[in-house]
Structures are given as C-alpha cells and as structure tokens.
C-alpha cells in the first residue's frame, strides 16, 4: 500500500529515520499571530472558534503560511472532550478554562459513545486542512491524556497544583477510574476519527502529568495512555501516535516502555544528555525548547537552539518547543529560530 504521509518529513521522522530535523510549535496557531488575533475577533467565542470549519481551517493554516513548518496542528483544544461529554465549558477571556464541575458520583451519566458524532464538526476542519495543506506538510490531530482531561473536569478550571484530581484519585478512587476509563474511550473513539478524516499523526498532550507521583502516574498518566495507544492501533494498524507527558522527567523510559507510544515529547525542563543518552535510544524524541527563549530572542535563543541541535538532531529527532508557544512571543522571533533550524549542519 503507498503511504502518502510516508513524503512528509516529520512522518519519517517518527518512522525511525534521521535527518534534517522538521519543526512545529506546539500552539503555533495562536494570539501570537496578528492574523490569528483578527480572525478570533471575527469568530465569537473561543469554542465558537474551535466547532467552526472555515475558521479553524484558517487559523491552522497560518502558522504553515508564514513560517512553512513540517506540520500543522489541528485548531481544537483539549476540552472539546468534556464539552462532547456533555459537561458545561466556557473560557473567560484572561482567566482561561471554565467548566461545571461534574459529580464524580455521577460519572457514569457521562456518555463517550456520542463524542465522535458530537465533534463531527472538528472532523470536518481535518478533511478541510489535509486538502488545503501542501503535499509535504504534515497534518497533526491530537487530544488531552485522560490525566489532564480530568484535572478540568474536576476542578472546573486550571488550578496550580491539580489538588482536587489529586484528592479524588485517593479519595474516590472507584470514581476517578471510572473518569479515566470514560476518557480512555472517548480519547480512542476520537483519534482514531482523526486518523481517517486525514491525521498522518496524533500527539496526546499529558500537561500536568508532572505532579503525580510514583504510584500515580502509573495509574493515571501510564496505564491510560498505554490502552489509548492499543485501541488505537486496533483501529488503525500502525497508527502515529506522540505522547508528550509533561514534567515526566525520570519517568520517560518507563513512559515510553510501557505505553508503546511512537516518540515522545519533551518539556525544557529534561536534561539534553538524559534526553539524548536514556530517552532516544529508545525512540525518536520531540522537543525542547525553552518557550522563554523565543519570547526573549537574540543570543538566548540562538544559544537555547543550537545546544537543541546539538544533542539531538544526530538520531530521529523533532525539534519543537518544550511547551506552547507563549502570547507574547514576537513573530520575527519564531522566524530566527525556523531559519536557524533549517540552515543546522552537524558539526
Ligand atoms: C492544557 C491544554 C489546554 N489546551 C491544550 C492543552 C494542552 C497543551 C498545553 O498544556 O498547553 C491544547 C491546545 N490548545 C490549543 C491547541 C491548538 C493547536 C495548536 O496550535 O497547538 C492545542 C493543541 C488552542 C488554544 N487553546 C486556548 C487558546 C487561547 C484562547 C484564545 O484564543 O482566546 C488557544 C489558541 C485556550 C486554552 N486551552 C486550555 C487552556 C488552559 C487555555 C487557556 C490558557 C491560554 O489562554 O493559553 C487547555
């Protein structure tokens, strides 16, 4: 069977080979963006924003247009999950993410056999994109890992620490696993509807997996992530996936073991030599680096940059940031660190 993805740098990339290494930003399409901020005037809410095809196409489309980065990402956000879930989500302009805490006693009222069905238009924004984007370019689809899903869930918002999901993993754990499984599903149900409206690759985003500890993570970042990853590749053979589990740090061997993602996503915060030395022998690695650096530019992002390259870009290597891409980092910025990527040379 031909593999079109197969022309696409990034996706060679995540097959094992190396080479010139491709780029994107994780939030690349974003407020960032003079053209992003008119076209968010236009559209109404964020949500708004996210379920309109049209406008979700335009504004994947242009971070590609400027900067011509080897992939785009979908325009969605990780909280559509709990919308289709049917859990009130709303985001108030300067505060972030708002949602109706849900009653963990209640979670089985959550149903993810409608998810698909409810994010058809999410669906649509997919097809619009692979058939607008040039051959070469990747199409990323993503979703949150059930862990960090569930820290908004029930929350109700973005919190420093994760303290409410924390507690109840320990409090109601029947409940909590119950979440987790509900989010399993949906997240499966959901990627895979990626992949065959036209994904070449997914990454799911595990945010706040780096306040878990030993036994948490296991539970609620690992094991979750390694039944995404199966139901997923039962769906679709040999399907893309890239795990990016934040603040993981020492546990991104057993991460990567246990989970079977394809290549994984690093925060600023692993060391290159461990990331270099322990993380990709193992499979090819994303990242990572310091989104502060952009936002400061000159000599600190050449220098965060080319110490990037350095360690990484001899084996199946993505180069990205370690997180998104911060609202004030300044366009011309972004173009230094594209245009120093692309001319590397290993020395
Ligand atoms: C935790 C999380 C969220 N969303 C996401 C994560 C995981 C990655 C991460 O840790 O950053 C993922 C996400 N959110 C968005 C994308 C789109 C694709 C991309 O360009 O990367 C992706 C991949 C758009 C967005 N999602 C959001 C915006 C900004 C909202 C706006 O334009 O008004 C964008 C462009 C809103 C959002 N969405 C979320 C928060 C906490 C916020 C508010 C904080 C903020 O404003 O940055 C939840």
Request: glycine share 10%; with cysteine; charged share 20%.
């Amino acid at each position: 069977m031909i593999d079109a993805s197969r022309t696409r740098r990034l996706i060679r990339t995540l097959d094992g080979e190396a080479g010139p290494p491709p780029i994107w930003m994780m939030r690349q399409a974003g407020r960032y963006l003079p053209e992003y901020r008119a076209t968010r005037a236009d559209a109404g809410s964020f949500l708004d924003l996210c379920f309109n095809p049209k406008l979700a196409t335009e504004v994947t489309l242009q971070p590609i247009r400027r900067f011509g980065f080897d992939a785009a990402i979908l325009f969605s956000d990780i909280l559509v999950i709990p919308h289709a879930l049917g859990q009130g989500v709303r985001f108030v302009e300067g505060e972030g993410p708002r949602l109706d805490p849900i009653d963990l006693d209640r979670v089985d009222e959550l149903d993810p056999t409608t998810v698909v069905e409810r994010l058809g238009a999410v669906l649509e924004t997919v097809g619009r994109v692979r058939a607008a984007l040039p051959a070469e370019t990747a199409l990323l689809g993503f979703c949150g890992a059930p862990w960090t899903v569930a820290t908004y869930m029930i929350a109700g918002r973005g919190t420093p620490d994760q303290m409410p999901a924390r507690r109840a993993m320990l409090t109601q754990p029947a409940a909590f696993d119950r979440l987790i499984e509900i989010l399993v599903e949906s997240s499966i149900a959901y990627l895979v509807a990626q992949l065959r409206a036209g994904a070449d690759a997914v990454q799911v985003f595990d945010s706040w997996s780096g306040t878990l500890d030993d036994i948490g993570f296991a539970r609620a970042a690992m094991e979750p992530m390694r039944r995404i990853v199966e139901g997923v590749r039962a769906e679709v053979p040999g399907a893309r996936i890239i795990g990016f589990p934040k603040g993981a740090g020492a546990h991104l061997p057993a991460y990567v073991a246990a989970t079977g993602v394809t290549a994984v996503g690093l925060d600023w915060g692993v060391p290159l030599a461990f990331a270099r030395d322990v993380v990709q022998p193992l499979c090819p690695v994303q990242g990572n680096l310091d989104p502060l650096r952009l936002v400061v530019g000159g000599a600190g992002l050449d220098e965060g940059v080319d110490a990037v390259l350095e360690a990484l870009a001899g084996r199946p290597f993505v180069f990205n940031l370690g997180h998104g891409i911060t609202p004030d980092a300044p366009v011309e910025h972004v173009g230094r660190m594209v245009d120093r990527v692309r001319a590397w040379q290993p020395g």
